[in-house]
């Protein structure tokens, strides 16, 4: 018997209301309807139907109910309006990630969270006292990726149905801290998005996205935690040119735009300059003197022990019995492509559950 909260799971995860989905099977409406409430069996042929089209197969929709994240403690980072059928998409996407990190964390002893709760203090003090504690001091942050999943964040990537979003991060349980990243923005862009949702899971842990501010105190958070104003103004006391601020923003991994917002704001150039670089920098049809791509340790080490064990992604994705699109999906442009028996990557604590 088909489990309604799981074909809910998918048809969210598709974007689809309820009516878009009976379109798809050839259905009427209120027979969805009334499965999905409990009412009615679902016909077997529209099950069959709802493998065809979604690629999940029969044993999925059979198995219990998902933990879905909480809607009331999502954090979510949107380039325009968000819809109801992108949120549940992206909210589907993070059941799905549930599902993976529980499997791999029965298998790997992953960090533990050292993610601070402040309150009562403004961003930049918040992004000072998080570096302070982790120990990091002024200097810049050589990779944000890497930083988040070494203080036990679980870092996944947005799936193509969301890829509209930025990026989106939450608390499950109230223990453990999950980012989303569009991995398909710009590396600059994604560093800074990582680091607007560490400050959601530092500042805003019980009130996610209804505090009307936690937009602009994760994004003053952000600038902060990138650019420590004492580094900052030290690097650059006066701002000589547009090709200055495209050479200087490689110290601290952020947009050149980013770079030009946060010197204007300490006051190290003219609001006429601020607004003819900001004019210069949209004119150009790419971000300048772009840096590479940040990518996990963690992911990297975790799918070559896999793989030397015999146990391909593929594998996974038939003990879960979630498509492997999906799997490839939240790993898209977070894990490193490895050469087979390449060595891993020693940087990230990672071990075997149950090694000594």
């Known amino acids: 018997m088909p489990n309604p909260d799981r074909i809910e799971l998918v048809r969210r ?49 059979e198995k219990g109910t998902f933990e879905f994240p909480s809607a009331h403690g999502v954090s979510f980072r949107s380039l325009r309006s968000l ?11 993070g059941a799905l990630a549930f599902e993976f990190d529980d499997w791999i964390a029965a298998r790997y002893a992953l960090p533990a969270h050292q993610i601070p709760q402040i309150e009562q203090q403004s961003p930049e003090q918040a992004a000072a006292f998080v570096r302070a504690k982790w120990g990091i001091g002024e200097r810049p942050i050589g990779n944000m990726l890497n930083l988040l999943e070494s203080k036990g964040v679980r870092v996944f990537s947005l799936a193509e149905e969301t890829r509209h979003l930025d990026a989106y991060s939450f608390w499950r349980d109230d223990k453990q801290p999950y980012v989303f990243l569009n991995t398909l923005k710009t590396a600059e862009r994604t560093r800074f998005d990582a680091a607007h949702e560490l400050g959601h899971l530092v500042m805003h842990r019980h009130s996610g996205s209804t505090n009307p501010s936690a937009e602009n105190e994760a994004n003053a958070f952000a600038s902060a935690f990138l650019m420590p104003p004492a580094d900052l103004l030290a690097e650059i006391p006066r701002v000589r040119s547009l090709e200055q601020i495209i050479e200087k923003k490689t110290r601290w991994g952020v947009s050149a735009s980013a770079l030009c917002y946060a010197l204007n704001k300490h006051e190290r150039m003219t609001e006429w300059n601020y607004r003819g670089y900001n004019v210069s920098l949209a004119q150009m049809k790419s971000e300048p003197n772009a840096l590479p791509r940040e990518t996990s340790q963690i992911w990297t080490k975790i799918l070559t022990d896999l793989w030397r064990q015999g146990i391909p992604l593929s594998r996974v994705s038939d003990e879960l019995l979630i498509p492997e699109w999906e799997l490839n999906a939240l790993l898209f442009g977070i894990a490193s492509t490895q050469a087979p028996g390449a060595p891993p990557p020693a940087a990230a604590p990672l071990r075997l559950v149950g090694d000594a």
Request: glycine share 10%; proline share 5%; hydrophobic share 40%.
């Open 13 to 61: 995860r598709l974007g689809l209301t309820k009516s878009g989905l009976a379109d798809r099977l050839k259905i009427d409406r209120k027979v969805l309807q009334r499965f999905e409430s409990g009412e009615f069996g679902f016909p077997d042929p529209s099950l069959d139907a709802l493998c065809r089209e979604t690629g999940y197969p029969r044993a999925f929709f």
């Open 83 to 93: 819809t109801a059928g992108t949120r549940d998409a992206a909210l589907a996407a």
